[in-house]
């Protein structure tokens, strides 16, 4: 039986996907096929959601020990193997099965400040036209759509919080067996990211991986029928490349990329708002960054 030696526990909205984009392409690392299977959160369960595009949220879950398993059966000569699904932080039952099941697996985390990484997921939702309130009303809904079943991708606060969450991993697997990221550094620079947790998973660390494009950035269409559209656009080059000319794929992925950048509106977190998010947060950080032994004064200003 083939399982993860590795797991991508979190957080959403944090370059998790990037992460896996960017692991998989390693000679050296399998990663499922399926982003988020989420099995050590639903094992069992019976997914039933509400809320607008649950069914898209429902799809990619694995419930069943077997169809787990499949993920992993063309495992051939790679020496890590893992999945992301960056919703095993929120609850420390999903770290009770996952110690059950992999009790030696390694675990990294990718953490961003939580006010950012609030409004990140909000306007994620607001891009896939899932969302249609402003952030301020979203907010003040989260406890309400949660109590509703709403998937946890829209408890745009209660993600926020580590601190209780990354202790109980801590207690469970031990410090050696994490490794905790933060955001900004992935983004300032993901090599220099991505070669600790080679080294850390034990592969070959002078790999470089491909960097095609911004990887599921968040933002509000201007234009959404044209965005509807552009999110197909790599599957449908894969399908007709082969017919292309190299100088006419180079203007066809040229073309893609402009419309896809110029058909973003980009938005930013008030003020007021960000404010009112880390005094919510002030003391889980603080706490968070004791734990961690990283500086998080930064999400605090």
């Not at 099965?97 to 939580?114: E, Q, T, W």
Request: one cysteine or more; charged letters at 30%; proline letters at 4%.
């Amino acid at each position: 039986m083939t399982l993860p030696n590795f797991l991508i526990i979190g957080v959403a909205k944090a370059g998790t996907t990037a992460l896996w984009y960017y692991m998989k392409q390693h000679p050296e690392i399998y990663m499922s096929p399926v982003k988020e299977p989420g099995f050590f959160a639903y094992e069992g369960k019976k997914i039933n959601f509400k809320g607008p595009g649950y069914k898209k949220s429902i799809k990619r879950l694995v419930t069943e020990l077997e169809d787990y398993k499949r993920l992993f059966e063309n495992v051939t000569t790679e020496k890590a193997i893992g999945e992301a699904s960056p919703f095993y932080l929120m609850s420390k039952e999903y770290g009770d099965r996952i110690k059950r099941y992999i009790p030696g697996v390694k675990l990294i985390a990718c953490l961003r400040n939580p006010a950012d990484r609030a409004f990140s997921n909000y306007l994620h939702l607001r891009r896939e036209g899932r969302e249609t309130l402003d952030f301020e009303t979203a907010l003040s809904k989260c406890e309400e759509r949660i109590s509703k079943n709403y998937s946890p991708f829209w408890d745009f606060i209660g993600t926020g919080f580590y601190y209780e969450k990354l202790k109980h991993y801590f207690d469970l697997f031990g410090r050696e067996k994490i490794r905790i990221y933060l955001y900004d550094d992935f983004k300032k620079d993901n090599l220099l990211v991505l070669k600790d947790i080679f080294t850390f998973l034990e592969v070959d660390k002078s790999f470089i991986p491909r960097y095609d494009s911004v990887i599921n950035d968040s933002f509000i269409p201007k234009n959404r029928v044209l965005h509807r559209v552009l999110k197909k656009r790599w599957y449908f080059y894969h399908k007709i490349k082969r017919f292309m000319p190299p100088k006419v794929r180079r203007k066809y992925i040229s073309l893609i990329n402009y419309l896809w950048e110029n058909n973003k509106y980009k938005t930013t977190l008030s003020e007021n708002s960000k404010q009112e998010l880390i005094e919510i947060y002030r003391e889980d950080i603080l706490k968070t960054q004791k734990l961690i032994g990283k500086d998080l004064s930064a999400w605090l200003r």
